[in-house]
């Protein structure tokens, strides 16, 4: 079976929320919200963006976990922090440039988004993508994600979809496209 990833057109988001409900659907989510959708600029434009782990090839989070509580999947999802190893420092969620795992007080444990691992490991697109009805998110493979690559300049060797951006922790396992929403750009539907 071909590696399938996680695309996000961050310009298609209309924040409808459906990828928010179907996160909380996901087997062994405990009906948390493990992704976000977020306004770009409320007091300007309705433009919203959908943010969630991005998987990190090298993450800051597992890195920085003194119990070795974050796992990395053979399928190179980074896990939420397994339950018997999670000692409660929280410095996964300082570590995260950005910003994504969330710690519950209650359980003294972090969380985040896992790609619906349950789903993912047998090639079960995540939750939100499934339901995403703009195609914001998408479950795809890795040719299909060249032919989408192919349609934006390169830069440099690396895809930039409108604008040369340094990534905050190296490379990542979910690949974003960002046009038009930092160059304010407003998209004609």
């Known amino acids: ?4 990833l996680l695309y996000i057109e961050m310009d ?4 409808c ?5 179907a996160c909380t659907q996901c087997g062994g989510h405990d009906s948390r919200n493990r992704n976000y959708v977020m306004d ?6 309705r433009q919203t963006i959908p943010l969630m782990c991005l998987h990190c090839v090298n993450p800051a989070c597992a890195r920085s976990c003194p119990a070795q509580a974050i796992q ?27 910003g994504i795992p969330k710690f519950d007080q209650e ?21 939100c993508a499934s339901v995403c009805p703009t195609n914001t998110l998408q479950w795809l493979t890795e040719s299909e ?13 690396k895809w930039i979809a409108s604008q040369s951006l340094e990534p905050l922790e190296s490379e990542t396992n979910v690949k ?14």
Not at 12 to 15: A, M, P, R, V
């Open 17 to 21: 929320r459906s990828c928010l409900a």
């Open 40 to 45: 770009v600029d409320p007091m300007q434009t």
């Open 176 to 189: 974003i496209s960002l046009p038009g929403i930092l160059q304010g750009v407003q998209k004609l539907f």
């Open 145 to 157: 994600l060249a032919e989408k690559q192919s349609a934006h300049r390169l830069a440099g060797g």
């Open 1 to 4: 079976m071909a590696k399938q």
């Open 12 to 15: 298609n988001c209309i924040g």
């Open 72 to 98: 990395i999947a053979d399928t190179s999802a980074v896990l939420s922090a397994l339950v018997e190893k999670c000692i409660g420092c929280q410095n996964c969620t300082i570590a995260c440039p950005y």
């Open 107 to 127: 359980q003294n444990l972090m969380y985040k988004c896992d790609l619906c691992y349950d789903r993912t490991k047998d090639g079960i697109p995540p939750m």
